[in-house]
């Protein structure tokens, strides 16, 4: 048998796991000499490149002396934490990062939790210890909290520790060595990760933790192999999570080496493939031996927490940006999404329009903004908790939520969320002159809060929250304090009139924007909604001086990017979405119908 170990590389988001990995790829010599590749070079798809984050697991792996590493990168965001506890079941170890500064933070408890839970040995790495505000001690002392309050047996509490500064490829055993490089992370990997566990003479059982999708072989099933052997061409039964057996043949075998996935003709237990040739496959499914098919566990997927509806675009500029407008093409997208995302739900809810639902705001995010860069243009409203019952009782997700403030501004950042029914838990300082502070939250209660909480804090303050239950319902909660600027025309913007405009409230359009009637073109500095005229010309009649137009000084509008515009409306308002434009707009158009409505 082959040697191999199996690793997943787990944090909260930004402590560096994706940036780890490229320094494993690197020094473990798995990139050729002349192979050209980005940082973060894990983080491949468009979307992760631009935003800096990962939003897909994905498998690499690596030679280190005589053993192949399987390596799962994982995403930090608390949106896409379903995943990390999917490929903690496929590995035998795993890398806890922990930035050097920010320390335990809420999806460093949430994967640390899991990873007990899962029994799995860990490997800890205090990263980052280059940053200046550095203080790996603090750190360490908390993980030891961590892992000791969440009831870590003896002997995950007797973790290896491993200080790094991963971007620029050091590590270290004791922070009194001198700098050196990975070695002692591949060393300590290969010993302290225990060697898969099954054989390869026994029937085949593998289990499918991700999918993936080829125009050519269609759906992909990456699965981890428990035991047995998988041949290409086999046939298989691949059994689903309600107990059915399906007959299915193995159409193709992938294997993986670095950044390139290459086909190959056999794999055994304890290694990590993709496998291609069933349609039915799904996450958690067992493909196994036909003879001797024996089922694994089946996979807890995590339930959607928030939810949206994406509608047909009906705003008086539908249809001039976009490729794809109709019903039944946004339907055929949201099908295709969740045939291979199975953290998010889709049900039709009404004329041209579908509820979506996901594990947060991120993860809706991330699918429009894929949408719209294919083309479609659509209509999305304000995300909204779902609400469940539990025993009887009226049950909303809660959040646990922490934020680093400069410690001037601690107080009114807590008054703020005590109205959005946050409860406080703890107050530390954190050195140089920041606190943090821990509250529980109900999710209806974050909604629109970050915007807010970036202007409270000078955009200084950093806020971090995961998923922790449902709860009883916690009663009303504030929403947006301003109203909205409403143009009561179409046509396309003036300068002259958003110079007199901007006295009123914070725009979000810059002459030469395309406006309608009941289009949202900024923030009221009030409570109140405001009717205006954005495209009024300046009057002839008015002009003193020529030349006074070109001295007209507008503020820069704000820029309301599609979660920023996702976070502010509430819900009697709409974002219409294309791939040139986010817009806001009321549902209703008319001021006549708005008031009709309101009675
Ligand atoms: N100063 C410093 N910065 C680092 C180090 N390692 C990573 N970074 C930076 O931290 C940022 C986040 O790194 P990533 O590797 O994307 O973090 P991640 O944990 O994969 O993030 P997600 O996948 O989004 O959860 C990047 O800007 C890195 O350059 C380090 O050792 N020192
Ligand atoms: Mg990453």
């Known amino acids: 048998m082959q040697k191999i170990r199996n690793i997943a590389v787990i944090a909260h988001v ?29 983080d491949s798809n468009a979307l992760e490149k631009e935003r800096g984050i990962t939003i897909l697991s994905k498998n690499t792996a690596i030679r280190y002396k005589d053993h192949k590493i399987n390596i799962i990168d994982t995403p930090g965001h608390a949106d896409f934490g379903g995943e990390v506890e999917r490929v903690l079941k496929m590995v035998d170890g795993v890398l806890v990062l922990v930035d050097a500064y920010e320390g335990v933070m809420p999806q460093t408890k949430f994967v640390v939790k899991k990873m007990l839970a899962l029994g799995k040995k860990p490997i800890v790495v205090i990263n980052k210890i280059d940053k200046p505000s550095a203080d790996p001690e603090r750190v360490v002392d908390e993980m030891f909290d961590l892992f000791t309050q969440m009831d870590a047996d003896d002997d995950q509490l007797d973790f290896p520790i491993v200080y790094a500064a991963a971007r620029d490829g050091i590590a270290k055993m004791d922070m009194a060595d001198e700098d050196g490089n990975f070695e002692c992370i591949f060393e300590t990997i290969l010993n302290e990760v225990p060697e898969p566990e099954g054989s390869s003479e026994n029937p085949a059982q593998a289990q499918v933790f991700t999918l993936d999708y080829d125009n050519y072989v269609g759906k992909i099933g990456i699965s981890r192999i428990f035991n047995g052997r998988i041949k290409k061409g086999d046939s298989v039964k691949l059994a689903k999570a309600d107990g059915e057996m399906i007959n299915g043949k193995i159409s193709k075998l992938i294997g993986f080496h670095g950044l390139n996935r290459m086909e190959i003709q056999e794999a055994e237990a304890g290694d990590i493939v993709a496998i291609a040739g069933m349609e039915t496959v799904d996450v958690g499914d067992t493909i196994c031996d036909p003879v001797n098919p024996v089922a694994l566990d089946p996979m807890h997927v995590e339930e959607p927490t928030l939810t949206v509806v994406f509608s047909v675009n009906d705003s008086p500029l539908a249809g001039q940006e976009g490729k794809h407008v109709t019903s039944n093409k946004i339907r055929e997208r949201l099908e295709a999404e969740m045939t291979t995302n199975v953290a998010m739900k889709f049900e039709a809810a009404g004329e041209g329009q579908f509820r979506v639902s996901g594990r947060g705001e991120l993860q809706i995010t991330v699918l429009a903004e894929n949408m719209r860069r294919e083309g479609f243009e659509f209509g999305i409203s304000r995300p909204e908790v779902i609400v469940k019952e539990v025993e009887g009782v009226k049950c909303e997700p809660f959040e646990h939520l922490v934020i680093d403030v400069p410690e001037e501004l601690g107080g009114t950042v807590i008054e703020r969320l005590g109205k959005r029914k946050a409860e406080m838990k703890s107050m530390l300082p954190m050195g140089v002159g920041f606190q943090r502070i821990e509250f529980e939250i109900p999710a209806r209660g974050l909604i629109g809060f970050r915007g807010q909480f970036l202007t409270d804090t000078k955009g200084e303050g950093v806020m971090n929250h995961s998923f922790i239950e449902f709860r009883p319902y916690s009663g009303s909660v504030e929403s947006r304090q301003y109203g909205a600027l409403i143009s009561t025309e179409k046509g396309e913007a003036m300068a002259f009139s958003i110079f007199n405009l901007q006295d009123r409230g914070g725009m979000f359009i810059k002459p030469q924007d395309k406006v309608y009637e009941g289009m949202i073109i900024g923030e009221h500095s009030r409570s109140n909604d405001l009717s205006v005229n954005p495209i009024k010309g300046k009057a002839q009649s008015n002009v003193r001086s020529s030349g006074a137009d070109e001295a007209i000084k507008l503020v820069p509008p704000r820029d309301m990017n599609l979660e920023k515009a996702l976070e502010w409306i ?21 001021e006549a119908e708005r008031k009709r409505a309101s009675r």
């Open 14 to 42: 930004d402590h560096g796991k994706t940036t780890l990995v490229d320094g494993l790829l690197e020094q473990s010599g798995t990139f050729g000499d002349h192979e050209s590749h980005d940082e973060r070079a894990m």
């Open 570 to 590: 509430e819900d009697d308002e709409l974002l219409e979405v294309t791939p040139e434009s986010v817009r806001i707009r009321k549902r209703l158009l008319t």
